[in-house]
């Protein structure tokens, strides 16, 4: 190499001295150029002389190599590094890279060279280039220039992908298993050879995966496809499932498919895909096969037979061979007709094979005539057997040789008949018992099991049962003789719900049958003979010390016998009755059965019972519940009446009081609501065509009881009562309906005349002073009346219109009257709609809030605005203030509403800030309802949740609002007040306009309602009004605000009059948010400079 001046160099690295004079560089090589690249270099660098000595060109051959400098002669020294070519055979010292550079003056690109330390297993693998290095004028290299890198980590996986691809196609080549590699892009198939093998192919088909999807059954093709998609799309993590595929014979394979996406590209999209397909077949045949062999020797006990679709005997258990005398060789492969070819009867197992060869299941019993002469009971089950496709592929027969129990069976069922008992028969030897079908059903057993160990029926008896009978039975164990004694007790079964019987059982002479032992008896339900017994008992103390009376007599009626109880309630002895009939002492029967006849109906339908009043010894009358009954002969005919009965007096008198509470009001003693329907409905059923229901409110009734008491409100009640009760007729009727409301029926008075003239003489009587603890009090009532049949001819109707023309009535003004109209109607039918509406229009959201300017008129400046309260209902559409806010009020509703409108007005007052509008006053509403120390927490909340400041904050409350509770407005506006914000007096002038609560309370402004601004410029006495009102306001120092102002004429007044603010029409109409807030952007409100 040669500098800029043609010098002679050699390249050497930073403070490493070359072993060789042959590699020194000369004094005026540019070194920092070339040291300072070598350094960087990715790549080691070596500088080989033909001696073999090496120098490191950077510090990245040491690295690689990690050997010192010092030590790097032995890399190349013989018998200590080993050198291997890339296929892992020993390299020669000239195949070398830097060898074959320097001697033979080769370029040498990309050499694998493998490196091995002494005594280390493993190879360092480097991938070599090397270029020879001359002198100017030599044509033999000096030197070379060795580049590397280190690749044994591409080596070793280069190696793992060899190995795994040598596995695979070891796989893919041999395995009994169809193994494939699916090209998603392309839908190639590679499958392996075992394909053919599995499709009874000749050679290997298509490999697109559409001709593999062909071979799928169509019935789940879809859901194949859709799995495999899935898997695809990386919606599960492995693809697997069971399908039919088509053999090339036409025959379904049943195949198992598991595979995976091993490859997707940096977008998840999927590149290839392997897996298996495994034939389950076979498998399934052979579980098949077991499946139909464990059933066989599963019910080996009874003799089976396996007969296919053709008749011939596939499998015989030997039971079978034994019951049909036929070896078990001769029996496998020939026809089951040809084998009970010998047997009466044949036809109705055959029959059966056929049925289910068919595809039905049946049970049958057989009497078999064998060919010896016997005769057998079997009992058969013939079941048809499916393969996994569900076809018919055999036919399962068991038969159950029964001869043996059937015998037994008809002789129990004889005995039973004979004794209307259950039999057993106990093999005392065995603790086995035979038990007949009633005895089964006494005893809990399934009607198919004759023989039942004597452990499982002696666990259904109770303990005591079960010791006696234990004692027994060692009795009959120990006993040689036949003795001829019988035994009978009784026995209590406890059922599996708790439910106790008690059994008669019978155990007779000890047999000795043979070599067996055996103990035979009878068992019988006695449960309800025992219950008839003791009650029968139980009777007899009833009779003689029962609180009932009891008489006994003849078909005559004539007393026989009576009991204690009889003499204590009637006062007479048994021997002062006796020969009599109990109708002396009888008075009358209240239920409309005659004395008389009560005998009659006893003995027509066996028992009669009522209610009678009769008479004691003393002359007493009382009243007695009466029960008579019969009992008859065998021949029909009556024997003895028996007659029971008790005193209910006590009970009566109970009802009557009972019925006085449940009808009439305790408080006043009227009929209350419940016998006022009563009372109507008989009214309207004798009248229909005549009458009139009056209802009558007490007005303003609940502040005597809040301030007064409810002691007093009571007794003022009462007065009221009793005044209703002397004014009208002895045939009508005054309830209480609750709380201090009154209805009257007035049958057959239907004339509004009469009606009216009845009418003001009950507003008079009821509005009379009361006297009461020294008090003059005086209540007013309202009435609204409803005629039948005009205004409603049932109990409802004419309560509810009497109810609406009363609310007409308290609506105009209270302490008058009102008859019921379809107007009326119609008011209160919009009443309840919205009052309907409007419990749920705020959880609905079906309000909203419109807003209209305030302006001060000395500058023109918009200082403030009114929240409105607006219903957007989905039906209707507006609905407007005027209709809903007083329903609003009188029902409460207004207190939830008002809350939300004085949050929502703080909300929007914040957003008109955060779009950059100044400050303005926002005006709220409090209702007569809202105002309250409660209204004082809620205002809060709204001001903290908003982040409003309290000053920008108006409440607007009436001057009645104010003076219905002087102490609690001044306690609620002071509170107020004292937070920062502005009160205002709303609609000044229409109420209690006064100068004294003016300067008592703490007021900031008064709106001059606008019906004196709206003929300001036409009736001359309100601009008197209005001037009076303003020269008022200021020297109380307090604003006034005109609201209503719709011309320039009334804004020219009353700027002329000093008036400070004006609300209406002529500024704005009241607008929502958005609108309004755009309105004072086009205005120029966000820097105070607005154009109005």
């Known amino acids: 190499m040669n500098d800029t001046a043609g010098n002679d160099i050699v390249m050497s690295g930073p403070d490493l001295a070359p072993p060789d004079a042959e590699l020194t560089a000369p004094a005026h090589w540019p070194g920092e150029y070339y040291r300072t690249a070598l350094a960087h270099l990715n790549e080691g660098v070596l500088f080989v002389s033909p001696s073999g000595c090496m120098v490191p060109g950077n510090p990245e051959a040491l690295r690689i190599i990690a050997v010192p400098s010092a030590e790097l002669s032995h890399v190349t020294r013989e018998g200590e590094w080993e050198t291997l070519a890339e296929n892992g055979e020993p390299l020669a010292m000239a195949d070398r890279p830097g060898a074959r550079a320097c001697f033979a003056g080769e370029t040498v690109e990309r050499q694998v060279v493998g490196m091995r330390r002494p005594g280390a297993a493993e190879v360092q693998w480097l991938r070599m280039n090397a270029a020879p290095v001359y002198q100017p004028e030599q044509q033999e290299p000096v030197g070379a220039v060795v580049t590397f890198v280190d690749i044994t980590r591409e080596r070793q996986r280069q190696e793992s992908l060899q190995r795994m691809e040598a596995r695979w196609q070891a796989l893919f080549e041999t395995s009994g298993d169809v193994v494939y590699d699916f090209d998603v892009a392309t839908g190639r198939l590679e499958l392996a050879p075992a394909w053919m093998q599995m499709l ?40 697997s499932v069971e399908y039919p595929l088509l053999h090339e014979s036409g025959d379904w394979l049943h195949v198992f498919e598991r595979g995976r996406v091993y490859q997707r590209d940096a977008d998840g999209k999927p590149l290839r895909m392997h897996g298996v397909i495994i034939d389950l077949s076979r498998q399934l045949r052979a579980e098949e096969a077991q499946r139909r062999l464990e059933g066989i020797v599963a019910a080996s006990s009874d003799a089976m037979a396996f007969i296919d679709t053709e008749g011939l005997v596939g499998f015989a258990s030997p039971a079978l061979c034994h019951l049909l005398s036929i070896g078990t060789q ?141 004692r027994l039975l060692e009795a009959f164990r120990h006993s040689h003789s036949v003795a001829t004694h019988e035994i009978h007790f009784d026995a209590v079964l406890v059922t599996p719900h708790g439910v106790r019987r008690r059994l008669a059982l019978s155990a007779r002479t000890l047999q000795v049958v043979g070599q067996g032992h055996y103990v035979t008896g009878s068992v019988q339900d006695v449960t309800s003979l025992r219950r008839a017994e003791r009650e029968l008992m139980l009777s007899a103390q009833v009779f003689e010390h029962g609180s009932e009376a009891v008489f006994i007599t003849d078909a005559s009626h004539r007393i026989l016998r009576v009991n204690p109880a009889f003499e204590a309630i009637t006062g007479y002895a048994a021997g002062e009755v006796l020969g009599l009939t109990p109708d002396f002492r009888c008075v009358s029967s209240p239920g409309g059965t005659s004395i008389s006849q009560r005998w009659e109906l006893a003995e027509q339908t066996g028992r009669w019972q009522g209610e009678i009043v009769c008479r004691r010894r003393s002359g007493e ?45 305790p408080l006043t003693g009227l009929p209350n609501r419940s016998l006022l329907f009563d009372r109507l409905q008989e009214v309207l059923n004798r009248e229909p065509h005549n009458g009139a229901v009056l209802f009558c409110d007490l007005d303003r009734f609940k502040n005597i009881n809040d301030s007064l008491g409810h002691t007093l409100g009571d007794a003022v009640l009462k007065e009221v009562a009793r005044r209703l009760v002397a004014r009208v007729r002895p045939g009508d009727t005054v309830c209480r309906y609750g709380g201090d409301e009154f209805v009257l029926v007035l049958p057959g008075l239907s004339d509004c005349v009469v009606l009216e003239q009845l009418a003001e003489q009950l507003l008079a009587d009821v ?16 009435l609204g009346v409803a005629v039948f049949p005009r205004d409603g001819n049932d109990c409802d109707a004419l309560l509810r219109h009497a109810d609406a023309a009363l609310y007409h009535a308290k609506s105009r003004g209270r302490n008058t009257y009102r008859f019921f109209t379809r107007e009326i109607d119609d008011r209160v039918s919009e009443y309840l709609h919205i009052e309907h509406g409007l419990r749920s229009a705020l959880e609905r959201g079906e309000f909203e809030l419109h807003y209209q300017p305030q302006v001060d008129m000395a500058f023109g400046r918009v200082v403030g605005v009114e929240a409105l309260l607006r219903w957007k209902h989905p039906e209707q559409g507006m609905i407007s203030p005027v209709r809903f806010i007083p329903i609003a009020e009188e029902t409460g509703l207004i207190v939830p509403i008002g809350m939300w409108e004085i949050r929502e007005a703080c909300r929007q007052a914040m957003l008109w800030r955060r779009a950059g509008l100044r400050p303005m006053t926002m005006a709220v509403n409090l209702s007569g309802r809202q105002f309250s120390r409660s209204v004082i927490e809620g205002i809060d909340e709204a001001l903290a949740d908003s982040g409003l400041d309290p000053r920008w904050l108006q409440v607007e409350v009436t001057e009645s609002v104010i003076m219905e509770d002087t102490q609690e407005a001044y306690t609620v506006l002071e509170a107020l007040r004292a ?63 005109a609201e209503g102002v719709e011309t320039r004429a009334q804004w020219d007044y009353l700027r002329q009059q000093g008036c400070d603010e004006v609300q209406g029409y002529l500024v704005s109409r009241p607008q929502p948010a958005a609108a309004l807030g755009q309105w004072m952007l086009e205005r120029g409100m966000q820097h105070g400079r607005e154009r109005l």
């Open 200 to 239: 009874g192919l000749g050679r290997m088909p298509d490999d697109h995966y559409q001709d593999w999807l062909k071979r799928v059954d169509p019935q789940v093709r879809g859901d194949v496809e859709a799995a495999l998609c899935a898997h695809l799309q990386g919606d599960t993590a492995d693809y």
């Open 330 to 470: 001769e029996v496998r492969g020939r026809q089951l007709e040809e084998l009970l070819a010998a047997y009466a009867n044949r036809r109705e197992l055959m029959r059966g094979i056929e049925g289910a060869l068919a595809g039905r299941n049946l049970r049958m019993q057989t009497w078999l005539t064998l060919p010896g002469g016997g005769v057998r009971c079997l009992e058969s089950s013939f079941d048809p057997y499916r393969n996994t496709e569900g076809q018919v592929v055999g036919a399962v027969c068991v038969l159950r040789d029964m001869t043996d129990n059937a015998r037994k069976t008809l002789l129990f069922e004889q005995a039973e008949r004979a004794a209307q008992i259950g039999g057993w028969m106990l093999d005392i030897d065995a603790d086995v018992l035979d038990l007949s079908q009633q005895a089964r059903e006494l005893l809990n057993i399934a009607a198919d099991r004759q023989q039942v160990p004597l452990a499982e029926v002696m666990a259904q008896f109770d303990e005591a049962t079960f010791k006696k009978a234990g």
């Open 621 to 665: 009358h009382y009243y007695e519940w009466s029960a008579l009954s019969v009992v008859r002969h065998a021949n029909g005919s009556v024997l003895y009446f028996i007659g029971q009965f008790s005193d209910i007096s006590a009970v009566k008198a109970a009802e009557a009081r009972a019925l006085r509470l449940a009808c009439f009001d």
């Open 767 to 782: 509005s009379s002073p009361i006297l009461l603890d020294g008090l003059d009090l005086r209540v007013t009532p309202s």
């Open 979 to 1041: 937070r920062g914000l502005t009160v205002a007096v709303d609609d000044f002038g229409t109420g209690y306009s006064s100068l004294a609560y003016l300067k008592r309370f703490p007021i900031d402004k008064l709106k001059i309602d606008r019906s004196f601004i709206r003929d300001i410029d036409l009736d001359e006495d309100n601009p008197v009004i209005v001037d009076a009102i303003i020269g008022m306001a200021h020297n109380l120092r307090i604003k006034v605000l």
